[in-house]
């Protein structure tokens, strides 16, 4: 009896451990916190920055609104290399843009007259396969690219 119970309180506890790390509101690499990020729709995938340099000025602006682990991770995400594989080039980008819309993107950061949108992969996993990402994805895009939901 005193073993049933035990085996069921640690099941539980280990459940309210798993459940907050699971929330479509946390990154994949749970360092940023979607919840208070306003949410947009890509209304032109065309002015999609795939192959983007962030330079050292720009770096200093985003650490004025990322920490710098959160930065890394845009630096890390945010070519075409690291995006889902129908996304992945400019060919295979050409031939779905209308799908690119169907993301659930969110601003992350401003950057001068561009955003840094963050594609959370937990939020974007009914995408179809091979748009679903593997990890949280970032895309640099015209701000004039973006409306509003």
């Known amino acids: 009896m005193r073993e049933k119970y035990f085996t069921r309180l640690s099941t539980i506890l280990l459940i309210f451990m798993i459940l907050p790390s699971c929330s479509v509101y946390r990154s994949s690499s749970g360092l940023i916190d979607i919840k208070g990020l306003k949410e947009v729709q890509i209304q032109d995938s065309g002015r999609l920055y795939s192959t983007?340099?962030?330079?050292?000025?720009?770096?200093?602006?985003?650490?004025?609104?990322?920490?710098?682990?959160?930065?890394?991770?845009?630096?890390?995400?945010?070519?075409?290399?690291?995006?889902?594989?129908?996304?992945?080039?400019?060919?295979?980008?050409?031939?779905?843009?209308?799908?690119?819309?169907?993301?659930?993107?969110?601003?992350?950061?401003?950057?001068?007259?561009?955003?840094?949108?963050?594609?959370?992969?937990?939020?974007?996993?009914?995408?179809?396969?091979?748009?679903?990402?593997k990890h949280d994805v970032f895309f640099i895009i015209s701000r004039t690219a973006v409306g509003e939901l």
């Not at 682990?69 to 843009?97: C, G, Q, T």
């Not at 950057?111 to 939020?123: C, N, Q, S, T």
């Open 52 to 133: 983007y340099d962030i330079d050292k000025y720009e770096r200093e602006e985003l650490l004025g609104q990322l920490s710098e682990e959160a930065l890394e991770l845009v630096e890390k995400y945010h070519r075409e290399d690291s995006w889902p594989e129908a996304i992945s080039n400019f060919e295979k980008r050409e031939k779905v843009r209308s799908m690119i819309k169907n993301y659930r993107a969110f601003i992350l950061a401003e950057m001068g007259d561009k955003y840094i949108l963050i594609i959370p992969a937990r939020a974007n996993r009914r995408m179809p396969l091979g748009f679903r990402p």
